[in-house]
T-cell receptor, first 116, second 113 residues
Framework: DTGVSQDPRHKITKRGQNVTFRCDPI?????LYWYRQTLGQGPEFLTY????????KSRLLSDRFSAERPKGSFSTLEIQRTEQGDSAMYLC??????????????FGPGTRLTVL | QKEVEQNSGPLSVPEGAIASLNCTYS??????FFWYRQYSGKSPELIMS????GDKEDGRFTAQLNKASQYVSLLIRDSQPSDSATYLC?????????????FGQGTILTVHP
């Protein structure tokens, strides 16, 4: 497998439920990023990891969102008490993280969340 | 001012023409720049990255960066119907946040036969 994978690809849930998404980065990629994209907009940064350390989290991210990357491999993004405004495509990307002039992010297929 | 702004679309060009996509950016995302292509319902796919002033060519694609004017562009030569997609410009800051991308809203390109 040479690409970033995400699971599930689609998730439909009812408002108030918790959901969890998984991302498996490209092997040996140290950095892992989460973005959210709504219709007609570019992806919006949520958070990122360098190995297992979460280095930055968007100020726009409410406390209902949490992400982790145990052992620096796959990552999970959990949304608690989902709201209709959480409906979006959640994108994961990974990169080698070698520095600003070599870092290139490759995106997974995304998880499309619909909150009813 | 938004950190990354793309020229308003949609853009429609005939097959074989040159498509020109433009992007301006603020000081906060001035280290490196990326162009991604996104087909409807799919995830972004990297086309090119550019870090230095000037032009960078890859096949039919040429990225241009002008740091003095804070301007990035993508030219697509000999446009094909398969190039029809949304094109996303993204910038990244320097320092330890170098990988954090800020995207523009995208420009929809349609190449008609």
């Amino acid at each position: 497998d040479t690409g970033v994978s995400q699971d599930p690809r689609h998730k439909i849930t009812k408002r108030g439920q918790n959901v969890t998404f998984r991302c498996d980065p490209i092997s040996e990629h140290n950095r892992l990023y989460w973005y959210r994209q709504t219709l007609g907009q570019g992806p919006e940064f949520l958070t990122y990891f360098q190995n297992e350390a979460q280095l930055e989290k968007s100020r726009l991210l409410s406390d209902r969102f949490s992400a982790e990357r145990p052992k620096g491999s796959f990552s999970t993004l959990e949304i608690q008490r989902t709201e209709q405004g959480d409906s979006a495509m959640y994108l994961c990307a990974s990169s080698l993280g070698g520095g600003p002039y070599t870092d290139t992010q490759y995106f997974g297929p995304g998880t499309r969340l619909t909150v009813l | 001012q938004k950190e990354v702004e793309q020229n308003s679309g949609p853009l429609s060009v005939p097959e074989g023409a040159i498509a020109s996509l433009n992007c301006t950016y603020s000081d906060r995302v001035s280290q490196s720049f990326f162009w991604y292509r996104q087909y409807s319902g799919k995830s972004p796919e990297l086309i090119m990255s550019i870090y230095s002033n000037g032009d960078k060519e890859d096949g039919r694609f040429t990225a241009q960066l002008n740091k003095a004017s804070q301007y990035v562009s993508l030219l697509i030569r000999d446009s094909q119907p398969s190039d029809s997609a949304t094109y996303l410009c993204a910038g990244a800051a320097g320092g330890t946040s170098y990988g954090k991308l800020t995207f523009g809203q995208g420009t929809i390109l349609t190449v008609h036969p």
